[in-house]
C-alpha cells in the first residue's frame, strides 16, 4: 500500500491555512473531482474520496490538532479522520455547497441519482460520543514515556503508550473505545489529555528546562565548580566562570527534556543567583571591610 499523502498537500494549503482557505479549496476540488461530473472515471473518485478525507480532518480543530503532532499515526486503528455516514454527508456537503434542496448550482447534481432514495427505509447511523480523560504526568515520566491503564467506555482496560516528550495539554487518541453508536454508527473515540504536573525544582519551556542555581559570593568573585541536579536523576559538574553576577545564564546541552518523536533532549538552563553572606564572624567582617576599601583606592587611581 502507497504512502498516504499529507493533507495540506492534497488540499493545496499551508499548514498555516485559515478555516475558510480550506473549505474554499476543498470547495474547488470538490467541484472538479465529484464522481458525478467524471462518472465511470474512478481516478476521479478515488481523488475525492482523498480530499473529502483530507476536508473532513483539517476541518475539526481537534482532529487537526492530532494530525499536525502526530500525523496520519493519529488515526490508525480506527476509522482515521473519515467517517462517512449520513451524518458526515450533511455535515460536509450541506455546509460546503450551500445545503438545502437538491444541492444543485454546479453544472451537476452533487449528490446525483445514487443518494435520492437514501430517505427510503433508510436507517441514519449515529456515531459514539467521544470520551476524554485527564492523566497526571511527572516531569520525569514524561521525560521517557509511559504505559498507563484506562477504561474504556465498554468497561474493558486499555493499556496506552503515552510517547516521550509530550506537551501539557496533549490529547492522545484511542479510536474506537468510546461510547457506542446508534443504527449502526462506528464507537467514538477516546482521548487522554496529560496534564503536566509541576516540578519543585524544574520549569519546562518547550524542550529545555529552567532551574535556579544558587552559589556563594566568593565563587561568584573568584570561579569554580558545582553539581547540578538533572530531571534524570543525575548530577553533572558545571564550571563556574570567575566573575559571574546574578541573572547569569550558564546552559548544560542534551540535559533538557525529550523531543517528541526526535528522540534528541533539549537543554538544562541554570539561572544563576549569588547569595549575600549573613551572620558574619568579626574576621570576616574585617575582610570584607579591607575588600571594600581596596575597591575604592582602586577607583580613584
Not at 491503564?149 to 487518541?173: C, Y
Amino acid at each position: 500500500m502507497s504512502e498516504k499523502r499529507d493533507f495540506y498537500e492534497i488540499l493545496g494549503c499551508e499548514k498555516t491555512a485559515s478555516e475558510a482557505e480550506l473549505k474554499s479549496a476543498y470547495r474547488k476540488l470538490a467541484i472538479k473531482w465529484h464522481p458525478d461530473k467524471n462518472q465511470g472515471d474512478k481516478a476521479a473518485e478515488e481523488k475525492f474520496k482523498e480530499i473529502s478525507e483530507a476536508y473532513l480532518v483539517l476541518k475539526d480543530p481537534d482532529k487537526r490538532t492530532q494530525y499536525d503532532q502526530f500525523g496520519h499515526s493519529a488515526f490508525e486503528g480506527g476509522q482515521g479522520g473519515m467517517n462517512m455516514d449520513m451524518n458526515t454527508f450533511d455535515d460536509l456537503f450541506s455546509n460546503i455547497f450551500g445545503g438545502g434542496g437538491g444541492n444543485k448550482g454546479f453544472g451537476f447534481d452533487i449528490f446525483g441519482d445514487r443518494f435520492s432514495d437514501l430517505g427510503k427505509g433508510f436507517s441514519v447511523q449515529i456515531r459514539g460520543a467521544d470520551i476524554t480523560y485527564s492523566y497526571d504526568l511527572t516531569l520525569e515520566e514524561i521525560l521517557g514515556g509511559k504505559k498507563i491503564v484506562v477504561r474504556g467506555a465498554s468497561g474493558k482496560e486499555l493499556s496506552v503508550d503515552i510517547p516521550a516528550g509530550v506537551e501539557n495539554g496533549t490529547q492522545v487518541r484511542v479510536a474506537g473505545e468510546g461510547e457506542e453508536g446508534r443504527q449502526g454508527g462506528t464507537r467514538g473515540d477516546l482521548y487522554i489529555i496529560i496534564n503536566q504536573i509541576r516540578h519543585e525544582h524544574f520549569i519546562r519551556k518547550v524542550d529545555d528546562l529552567h532551574t535556579r542555581i544558587p552559589i556563594t559570593m566568593t565563587m561568584a568573585a573568584l570561579g569554580g565548580q558545582i553539581e547540578s541536579p538533572t530531571i534524570d536523576g543525575t548530577f553533572v559538574k558545571v564550571k563556574i566562570p570567575e566573575g559571574t553576577q546574578t541573572g547569569d545564564v550558564l546552559k548544560i546541552p542534551n540535559k533538557g527534556m525529550t523531543r517528541l518523536r526526535r528522540g534528541t533532549r533539549g537543554h538544562l538552563l541554570l539561572n544563576i543567583f549569588v547569595e549575600t553572606p549573613v551572620n558574619l564572624t568579626l574576621k570576616q567582617r574585617n575582610i570584607l571591610k579591607q575588600l571594600e576599601n581596596e575597591n575604592k583606592e582602586n577607583f580613584k587611581k
